[in-house]
T-cell receptor, first 116, second 111 residues
Framework: GAVVSQHPSRVICKSGTSVKIECRSL??????MFWYRQFPKQSLMLMATSNEGSKATYEQGVEKDKFLINHASLTLSTLTVTSAHPEDSSFYIC????????????FGSGTRLTVV | DAKTTQPPSMDCAEGRAANLPCNHSTISGNEYVYWYRQIHSQGPQYIIH???NNETNEMASLIITEDRKSSTLILPHATLRDTAVYYC????????????FGAGTTVTVRA
């Protein structure tokens, strides 16, 4: 089945630094990927839609300059959290869907970001 | 997308069937019912989806009422590893359409 690989699984960074999270579709091409954020004991919240070769579409309330998304190829999307602050600490998850698949979306295993 | 209503939590016994209800009374004709689950600290996992007919796969069965206003996900023989948050989502099945998650049902399987 379709596999989405997400790295790193955990990262700790200092306030003010930037962190990059990678999301790769390993065995299929994904023109669109999605980025979610999940705080403890809450549901997933969609942050943005990543489109290959074009700008990402951000959900209302998500700062595009803080959460930079790059979808450089059909198998790779990256999320960069710039100038991270402790309140950015969260579980970040990406997902993608194989074109033509009758199944739903495949999700990455998530990245636990802790900003200290 | 149509909204869904799920009970916040439920317990079930290991080895027994777990029946998870979902109400989606405002579902449109072209919207599918999808079920995902999220085991603690992992990404969500696709379980099953359907439009009108009942569906079954190696993980679960999906029963959709004739008026499509509600559905039930059935885990036939629950195991401890089925403990997770289960999400019922209704959406059109077009490519690249975003998926929005509600609160889901926290299912705890007890030995």
């Amino acid at each position: 089945g379709a596999v989405v690989s997400q790295h790193p699984s955990r990262v700790i960074c200092k306030s003010g630094t930037s962190v990059k999270i990678e999301c790769r579709s390993l065995d299929f091409q994904a023109t669109t990927m999605f980025w979610y954020r999940q705080f403890p004991k809450q549901s997933l919240m969609l942050m943005a839609t990543s489109n290959e070769g074009s700008k990402a579409t951000y959900e209302q309330g998500v700062e595009k300059d803080k959460f930079l998304i790059n979808h450089a190829s059909l198998t790779l999307s990256t999320l960069t959290v710039t100038s991270a602050h402790p309140e950015d600490s969260s579980f970040y998850i990406c997902s993608a869907r194989e074109r033509g698949s009758s199944y739903g979306y495949t999700f990455g295993s998530g990245t636990r970001l802790t900003v200290v | 997308d149509a909204k869904t209503t799920q009970p916040p939590s439920m317990d079930c016994a290991e080895g027994r069937a777990a029946n998870l209800p979902c109400n989606h009374s405002t579902i449109s004709g072209n919207e599918y019912v999808y079920w995902y689950r999220q085991i603690h600290s992992q990404g969500p996992q696709y379980i099953i989806h359907g439009l009108k007919n009942n569906e079954t796969n190696e993980m679960a069965s999906l029963i959709i009422t004739e008026d499509r206003k509600s559905s039930t996900l059935i885990l036939p023989h629950a195991t401890l590893r089925d403990t997770a948050v289960y999400y019922c989502i209704v959406r059109v099945a077009t490519n690249d359409y975003k998926l929005s998650f509600g609160a889901g049902t926290t299912v705890t399987v007890r030995a």
